[in-house]
């Protein structure tokens, strides 16, 4: 497997060093078939997003993966007009098997900043499928991504990784959910305009709020962000005319002074007639008096209580790595038994077209016979005896000098790829037995030699070298964590 997995992400550089490496979208083909070009690679893909910048390279074969990292990283200096010492201290790589782990644990959500994210699924879908219009996907590339994303929907689906919110606009949301039954009756203002704002408003829109007043400073920046989400822009001041409707009010803006008195809100219960409100404040400093905590009908939350339901969750994710790498190690090992299996193919196809040549002769020869007049029950029995010889002549060949050469190895593999019993060959290891279960040497056998002897035509097949049964499923996990970045390429 040339498999390389090259990148510079969150843990490896800070955000000035992935800026600058980051591709754009309108970028990335014409860069994959340039580094196709460039550093002499086969197939490629790349990843590209906020936090990480990723290149999945397939090496030529008999290549040094490591000498072929370096390669990609003088490329990515060179391409983004930087400093190959400093991509080289940034980046890491990862080879083999390795880099496959790697590509499971992005695409899982397991090596991201926020543990279990699901975004990175799409995206790595995504720059998947950008390469393949780009021409810079092939067979081995083909095949290992879909089961990447096999595999890493498998540890979605079976462990809760990706349950629990671990961000504070999500929490503020997930709050919500647990206190009104039903989200599409709600009316939510939002105090604020800010990117803590917009995820709140995305969010509660994904959970079925439409109804949604933006109240900010200045009319524009809530016009703006309104639009995206078919809200309601309002002003500050006319908070306390939309009050007394809004059922969630969550908050966050950058005011030294609280911006909801407990007074505002008294007279808001009043014309909700002391219907519960939910109310949570992300700000810091806070936006709404801690005194509206003591009111009947209000249940209000802090950033603070919002933290300790993150920092909850984030370790309700994290007992479910464990179980995520066992269903990582049995898909990788499934993998490897592949790529193992693949390795007879060509020798199972020069297989099957020897013995259908013979198979071919042998019929022709056959036909010709009965087309002469001779008895078409003996021609048969001609044919049937013809390729049966000719077709064990080779193996059995091979399974007579392995037994001279006392390789008792050999014999049970070849016994068990014949399909034939090796209760007594393991038995009695020293005495070697042919195909048809009679001992080496013994007049059967010496009829049989005498019968291929006498063969106008040995079959064109050469003996088959001994095949082991796949391995099974690794139940251990690789020592070294999979989530830390590769060897830099210092």
Same mark, same amino acid.
């Given at each position: 497997?040339?498999?390389?997995?090259?990148?510079?992400?969150?843990?490896?550089?800070?955000?000035?060093?992935?800026?600058?490496?980051?591709?754009?979208?309108?970028?990335?083909?014409?860069?994959?078939?340039?580094?196709?070009?460039?550093?002499?690679?086969?197939?490629?893909?790349?990843?590209?997003?906020?936090?990480?910048?990723?290149?999945?390279?397939?090496?030529?074969?008999?290549?040094?993966?490591?000498?072929?990292?370096?390669?990609?990283?003088?490329?990515?200096?060179?391409?983004?007009?930087?400093?190959?010492?400093? @991509?080289?201290?940034?980046?890491?790589?990862?080879?083999?098997?390795?880099?496959?782990?790697?590509?499971?644990?992005?695409?899982?959500?397991?090596?991201?900043?926020?543990? *279990?994210?699901?975004?990175?699924?799409?995206?790595?879908?995504?720059?998947?499928?950008?390469?393949?219009?780009? *021409?810079?996907?092939?067979?081995?590339?083909?095949?290992?991504?879909?089961?990447?994303?096999?595999?890493?929907?498998?540890?979605?689906?079976?462990?809760?990784?990706?349950?629990?919110?671990?961000?504070?606009?999500?929490?503020?949301?997930?709050?919500?959910?647990?206190?009104?039954?039903?989200?599409?009756?709600?009316?939510?203002?939002?105090?604020?305009? *800010?990117?803590?704002?917009? @995820?709140?408003?995305?969010?509660?829109?994904?959970?079925?709020?439409?109804?949604?007043?933006?109240?900010?400073?200045?009319?524009?920046?809530?016009?703006?962000?309104?639009?995206?989400?078919?809200?309601?822009?309002? @002003?500050?001041?006319?908070? !306390?005319?939309?009050?007394?409707?809004?059922?969630?009010?969550?908050?966050?803006?950058?005011?030294?002074?609280?911006?909801?008195?407990?007074?505002?809100?008294?007279?808001?219960?009043?014309?909700?007639?002391?219907? !519960?409100?939910?109310?949570?404040?992300?700000?810091?400093?806070?936006?709404?008096? !801690?005194?509206?905590?003591?009111?009947?009908?209000?249940?209000?939350?802090?950033?603070?209580?919002?933290?300790?339901?993150?920092?909850?969750?984030?370790?309700?994710?994290?007992?479910?790595?464990?179980?995520?790498?066992?269903?990582?190690?049995?898909?990788?090992?499934?993998?490897?038994?592949?790529?193992?299996?693949?390795?007879?193919?060509?020798?199972?196809?020069?297989?099957?077209?020897?013995?259908?040549?013979?198979?071919?002769?042998?019929?022709?020869?056959?036909?010709?016979?009965?087309?002469?007049?001779?008895?078409?029950?003996?021609?048969?029995?001609?044919?049937?005896?013809?390729?049966?010889?000719?077709?064990?002549?080779?193996?059995?060949?091979?399974?007579?000098?392995?037994?001279?050469?006392?390789?008792?190895?050999?014999?049970?593999?070849?016994?068990?790829? @014949?399909?034939?019993?090796?209760?007594?060959?393991?038995?009695?290891?020293?005495?070697?037995?042919?195909?048809?279960?009679?001992?080496? *040497?013994?007049?059967?056998?010496?009829?049989?030699?005498?019968?291929?002897?006498?063969?106008?035509?040995?079959?064109?097949? +050469?003996?088959?070298?001994?095949?082991?049964?796949?391995?099974?499923?690794? +139940?251990?996990?690789? +020592?070294? +964590?999979?989530?830390?970045?590769?060897?830099?390429?210092?």
């Amino acid at each position: 497997m040339n498999l390389i997995a090259l990148g510079i992400n969150h843990n490896s550089a800070n955000v000035d060093v992935r800026e600058r490496v980051a591709f754009a979208p309108e970028q990335v083909s014409e860069a994959m078939n340039d580094v196709c070009r460039a550093a002499d690679i086969d197939e490629v893909v790349v990843l590209s997003t906020c936090n990480r910048t990723e290149i999945y390279a397939v090496a030529p074969p008999n290549t040094s993966l490591d000498a072929k990292a370096r390669e990609l990283i003088d490329w990515m200096a060179a391409y983004h007009h930087l400093s190959v010492d400093d @991509l080289r201290g940034a980046a890491y790589h990862h080879e083999g098997e390795a880099a496959l782990r790697h590509m499971v644990h992005v695409a899982a959500g397991l090596d991201s900043m926020v543990l *279990g994210e699901p975004q990175i699924f799409g995206q790595l879908k995504s720059a998947y499928a950008v390469a393949s219009e780009a *021409g810079t996907v092939g067979s081995e590339l083909g095949r290992l991504f879909p089961r990447v994303f096999s595999i890493a929907k498998k540890v979605r689906t079976d462990t809760a990784i990706g349950e629990n919110p671990v961000s504070v606009a999500y929490a503020a949301v997930d709050v919500a959910r647990r206190i009104f039954t039903d989200l599409g009756d709600c009316n939510a203002l939002l105090v604020g305009a *800010g990117e803590t704002i917009e @995820l709140v408003t995305r969010h509660l829109i994904e959970a079925g709020v439409s109804n949604i007043v933006i109240a900010n400073r200045t009319l524009g920046r809530a016009r703006e962000l309104a639009q995206k989400f078919g809200a309601e822009a309002v @002003l500050l001041a006319e908070i !306390p005319d939309h009050l007394p409707t809004s059922d969630i009010v969550i908050t966050s803006t950058a005011s030294q002074l609280p911006i909801i008195g407990k007074g505002t809100v008294e007279s808001a219960l009043k014309v909700r007639r002391h219907r !519960p409100m939910l109310m949570i404040d992300i700000a810091v400093p806070r936006d709404i008096e !801690p005194q509206v905590r003591d009111l009947r009908d209000v249940y209000l939350y802090s950033v603070d209580d919002l933290g300790q339901i993150v920092d909850g969750n984030l370790r309700a994710r994290q007992k479910e790595v464990s179980k995520a790498d066992e269903i990582i190690a049995l898909g990788i090992a499934s993998v490897g038994e592949e790529q193992r299996s693949l390795g007879a193919v060509d020798l199972v196809k020069e297989y099957r077209q020897s013995a259908e040549a013979l198979r071919q002769r042998e019929l022709e020869r056959a036909l010709t016979s009965i087309s002469r007049g001779e008895d078409p029950q003996k021609v048969l029995v001609q044919l049937a005896r013809a390729i049966t010889n000719k077709l064990i002549h080779a193996p059995t060949t091979g399974l007579k000098k392995a037994s001279a050469e006392g390789r008792h190895d050999v014999l049970g593999h070849a016994a068990r790829l @014949l399909g034939l019993r090796v209760d007594d060959l393991d038995a009695q290891p020293n005495t070697a037995r042919s195909p048809s279960g009679s001992p080496s *040497g013994s007049p059967s056998d010496k009829t049989e030699q005498n019968t291929e002897a006498s063969s106008s035509e040995s079959a064109a097949i +050469s003996p088959m070298s001994p095949v082991t049964n796949a391995a099974q499923a690794k +139940s251990a996990i690789e +020592s070294e +964590s999979p989530r830390t970045p590769g060897p830099t390429l210092q």
